[in-house]
């Protein structure tokens, strides 16, 4: 039982460490990616540009993963974030940033972590009267053993317009 309980700590902290990365990745997209498959243009704290209701899907959708906020249950964003095709509305890992991760046995992750980007309106007390925005990133992250899942949320402010 003890060998079996450490095995499953294991794949659930390998899952945590995954989701942490997806969390910075999607940060890395928003702030300044100097990728050449960058994105950063896009976001503005000022604009809503390439948000949708139903995020924007396809691994060929350059505003993949971009969802306005939706009353939406744990299972659905889980589900949003584990598709794995063509037409996904989730980002994998690198996508955008260019950065890679290795994936397979081992102590490694059996899958790339995926990630989601809504746009809050940001209400921060005292602020201009144009509307502003900030950013609320989901991630998953997988154990070694796919079955193994980590969803992980935080909001991010854009340092720069």
Do not use: W
Request: net charge negative.
């Amino acid at each position: 039982m003890e060998e079996r309980a450490a095995r499953n700590e294991r794949d659930r902290t390998i899952a945590l460490q995954s989701a942490e990365l997806a969390l910075a990745d999607a940060e890395h997209d928003i702030e300044n990616s100097t990728s050449a498959a960058s994105r950063s243009f896009i976001f503005s704290t000022v604009t809503n540009e390439g948000f949708t209701e139903q995020c924007g899907r396809g691994d060929s959708n350059l505003y993949q993963g971009l969802c306005l906020p939706s009353v939406r249950s744990p299972s659905e964003i889980s589900q949003i974030l584990s598709g794995m095709d063509a037409n996904s509305a989730s980002v994998p890992f690198g996508r955008f940033t260019g950065q890679t991760m290795p994936t397979g046995n081992g102590p490694l992750p059996g899958r790339l972590p995926r990630y989601i980007i809504e746009l809050l309106k940001d209400n921060t007390p005292g602020q201009v009267a144009q509307a502003r925005y900030l950013y609320r990133i989901t991630a998953i992250g997988f154990g070694a053993d796919s079955s193994t899942q980590v969803m992980l949320q935080s909001v991010y402010r854009k340092a720069t317009t």
